[in-house]
């Protein structure tokens, strides 16, 4: 059985930390990388695009340029997650709120790409 390399990857989280980390090495292997991120501080040599996993509308420039660049993904490495620390019992509902909403549903629209 053949393996076919991964040509075209999409990041979350790509703005800072791991995420950058990643699409770095991605891209120093000749990956096409396409990062997504709520903020970038600095330019990158890969298409970024600034976007809120958790809104769908937000995400739609991501689509629009994956199809318009007829660009099929290989692999989708989701980064970008948020957490708190404390008791479950004493969170504010907003907090734990976000973090399911990044963490989880982010996930998934990210996903359905």
Excluded: W
Aim: aromatic share 10%.
């Amino acid at each position: 059985m053949r393996i076919q390399p991964i040509l075209n990857v999409l990041v979350t989280g790509a703005g800072n930390g791991i995420g950058k980390s990643v699409c770095e090495y991605y891209y120093s292997k000749g990956i096409n990388v396409i990062g997504i991120d709520i903020i970038f501080n600095e330019e990158a040599p890969y298409p970024t695009f600034v976007a809120d996993i958790t809104n769908k509308e937000s995400l739609q420039i991501v689509s629009d340029y994956l199809y318009k660049n007829k660009i099929i993904l290989d692999a989708i490495v989701n980064i970008a997650g948020v957490f708190t620390i404390g008791s479950f019992i004493e969170h504010d509902f907003d907090k734990i709120k976000k973090v399911m909403d990044v963490n989880v549903l982010g996930t998934m629209l990210v996903n359905q790409i």
